[in-house]
């Protein structure tokens, strides 16, 4: 059986709820109910659209394995779970068992649970339920952040041996015979000072993903349209109906969604991010130019004093206890450009729209450029106290003089550490902006 990497898998959102959330309910957490710590009306997230009930009720065994649970995807800055989730869930052995070693020092003890590192431990325990169950259908998510969720990579290859021997002994006993097999990143580094760079940016936005399939399916059209698709644009959208897919599988299916696809399906060659439901912010199709000398112009300074209105803005419902933001340093800025090759497009020189042509003159393209009248900027600023590194994608109307600016389209790209402790329990979703006034 091949791997198929999957080379233009693309985040909705900042963080691993985002990704999680998409490819778990297929929604977006704004189009689900209020579930945040400290908001009005909150509530826990049983009563969210999760795929594991579609997969209970096809009569799957269900499994969810996931470590550094003092951050959990749906308890950090989420009420998280009232009831158990799944049949078979880490969950409370890793409170446990991070409670008794999280706070020691030496790399050993903070990689290990007695002789047995953390990842081998998840691993010997998903193991154990396929062992267990051989002959009933099965889903597991098994999410292992300890080796990558820091500053840089250089514990990811500590994984290397360990995954390759499961890898291993699953497929021996031929627990991979009839599974399919998903290995993937949530998103790349968020904070680090590769980052900062733009191959960082590129690297948050594109994770990696792949698919293997049993080798009974290598002939089969599913995996014909899967190999097409990883040269693709897709996203955590389309593993959730990919897992329709499975629950109902048959080559005439129908997305539930127009953002989401099957990857079982053939996606467009010409798929948009708006079509697939990816903000601006975190498209890695466009195409942005940096600007040089960006000192010397007064709108560049203009933006980083309105993104520093904005912060504060948001920080006004703590003002008591987080300190009010002013801008240290601008250090990069880009402008979103419309792709030429895209405007230089006039007719399809042959009767069945086979062959394009470009052949738009280069004045009318600078003309339409000059006509535009919103543009979009994408700058990376400091702010002070604190040394907060921000990334905002924000649009500038030339016309009216207006700025357009929301807190989804932005990022903390340096990690902030405990330094918005006093907000931590009350308004969670300001932790990434907040510095507190007493450290």
């Known amino acids: 059986a091949h791997n198929l990497i999957f080379e233009g898998h693309n985040i909705v959102g900042d963080g691993t709820t985002a990704q999680f959330t998409a490819m778990l309910t297929g929604k977006t957490e704004l189009e689900l109910p209020e579930s945040r710590h400290g908001e009005k009306g909150a509530k826990p997230v049983d009563n969210y659209p999760w795929i594991w009930k579609k ?27 009232r009831h158990k989730p799944v049949d078979y869930y880490m969950r409370p052995f890793y409170l446990y068992a991070e409670s008794q070693h999280f706070r020691t020092t030496t790399t050993e003890n903070e990689l290990c649970f007695g002789n047995m590192t953390r990842l081998k431990t998840m691993l010997n325990w998903i193991q154990d339920f396929y062992n267990t169950y051989p002959n009933r259908l099965k889903w597991t998510l098994g999410f292992h952040a300890q080796y990558s969720h820091r500053d840089t990579n250089n514990l990811v290859s500590y994984a290397d041996q360990e995954l390759y021997e499961f890898l291993y002994e699953m497929n021996k006993t031929g627990h991979l015979d009839n599974t399919m097999l998903i ?36 002939q089969s059209t599913y995996v014909h349209n899967l190999r097409l698709n990883s040269h693709r644009l897709t996203t955590p959208f389309d593993i959730h109906e990919t897992f329709f897919h499975m629950l109902d599988f048959n080559e005439n299916y129908k997305s539930k969604t ?19 439901g990816i903000e601006s912010h975190w498209c890695a199709c466009l195409q942005w130019k940096q600007i040089k000398d960006f000192q010397e112009l007064p709108l560049i300074n203009e933006i980083g004093q309105v993104v520093i209105n904005y912060l504060n ?25 419309p792709d030429k090759m895209m405007l230089k497009f006039s007719v ?45 994608t924000l649009g500038y109307n030339s016309k009216h003089k207006k700025f357009d600016i929301e807190k989804k389209h932005m990022s903390r790209i340096n990690e902030y550490g ?22």
């Open 55 to 81: 997969l209970t009720d096809a009569g799957y065994l269900t499994q969810w394995a996931e470590d550094e649970q003092h951050i959990g995807t749906f308890q950090f800055r989420l009420l998280g779970f």
């Open 183 to 218: 290995i993937m990143s949530d998103h790349g580094q968020r904070y680090s000072e590769l980052r900062s760079t733009y191959q960082g940016k590129l690297e948050e936005r594109l994770p990696f993903m792949s698919i293997r399939m049993p080798s009974k399916f290598q």
């Open 258 to 276: 127009n953002r989401s696809y099957s990857l079982f399906q053939l996606i467009p060659t010409n798929r948009t991010c708006r079509d697939a």
């Open 313 to 337: 803005d948001l920080l006004s419902v703590v003002e008591e206890e987080c300190a009010r933001l002013e801008l240290f340093k601008i250090h990069d800025v880009y402008e979103l450009i």
């Open 348 to 392: 399809s020189k042959d009767k069945d729209n086979r062959v394009r042509l470009f052949n738009e003159p280069e004045d009318a393209i600078n003309a339409l450029l000059k006509e535009q009248e919103l543009k979009y900027y994408q700058i990376q600023l400091e702010t002070r106290p604190g040394n907060g590194k921000f990334e905002v």
């Open 418 to 439: 405990n330094t918005s402790h006093c907000i931590k329990f009350t308004k969670r979703k300001l932790s990434d902006i907040c510095y507190c006034k007493k450290q």
